[in-house]
């Protein structure tokens, strides 16, 4: 689990350290829970940058260029943001929290890196990209599959918290990241006839609704004291029964 900070002096170097400290206590929990650990996590200060970096996903959607940047940009004032590279097998963050004044807390950071987790132990165990699948949408409206999200998204919520539980964070809760942007990046409201705002709000809800739903059904099926192989084997059944 190499950290790579973008851009590369955008941190002290006791900040750095500080950083590390949060992926170490991620991946002790990663393999206690024998989950597929990333060799990477990308950590940037630059929206510029960050945008770069995750705007070949979103073009995957379903989108040209012009279109994915703005709605990256609007994305970002939603709350933390982070993702996953299947290719490269990476986890991929940005600095920033909106309801926050731009603070990403050590909890924060530690929970999107084991969610993130998560999704690519899925996609690994399933050989194929789940991102690429779950989210696609043909002029701007969503033609997907919502079991997908379901199974993926409430797979990761679901072990986030059984991983998280209990769990004395003690050492690292502390830790302040410093923050670069108190407010998320300015976006155009339209682009190509598509309205950036609209778009946004119906993604939130797409996703919000259909992870709430998955995450029940984990509920429905599973507590805490189920072994990690019988809820990774549930979702792997149902997302080979409809890919």
Same mark, same amino acid.
């Given at each position: ?62 989108? &040209?260029?012009?279109?994915? #940047? !703005? +709605?990256? $940009?609007? /994305? ?9 590279? @299947? %290719? ?76 998280? &539980?209990?769990?004395?964070? #003690? !050492? +690292?809760? $502390?830790? /302040? ?9 300015? @976006? %155009? ?55």
């Amino acid at each position: 689990m190499k950290l790579i900070i973008s851009p590369e002096d955008s941190f002290k170097k006791e900040e750095k350290k500080d950083i590390q400290k949060i992926i170490l206590f991620a991946r002790k929990l990663l393999k206690k829970n024998k989950i597929h650990l990333p060799h990477k996590i990308y950590f940037f200060n630059s929206f510029s940058e960050f945008i770069k970096k995750i705007l070949p996903e979103v073009k995957n959607y379903g989108f &040209d260029e012009s279109i994915s #940047k !703005e +709605i990256i $940009k609007c /994305a970002l004032k939603n709350g933390t943001y982070g993702t996953i590279d @299947y %290719k490269s097998n990476s986890i991929i963050e940005m600095n920033f929290n909106p309801f926050k004044n731009g603070e990403y807390s050590a909890q924060d950071f530690l929970r999107l890196i084991i969610h993130e987790s998560l999704h690519l132990h899925l996609s690994k165990k399933m050989k194929k990209d789940i991102n690429k699948l779950k989210f696609r949408f043909e002029n701007g409206k969503y033609v997907g599959n919502p079991e997908i999200i379901r199974l993926d998204e409430g797979y990761a919520e679901f072990m986030t918290k059984k991983i998280l &539980d209990k769990i004395d964070i #003690k !050492e +690292i809760k $502390k830790i /302040a990241i410093p923050p670069v942007y108190q407010k998320g990046p300015s @976006y %155009k409201k339209e682009v190509s006839n598509l309205n950036i705002e609209l778009f946004d709000k119906d993604f939130e809800k797409l996703l919000i609704l259909n992870r709430d739903i998955g995450m029940k059904n984990f509920e429905n099926n599973f507590d805490f004291q189920n072994k990690n192989k019988e809820i990774l084997k549930f979702s792997t059944d149902n997302l080979k029964r409809i890919l």
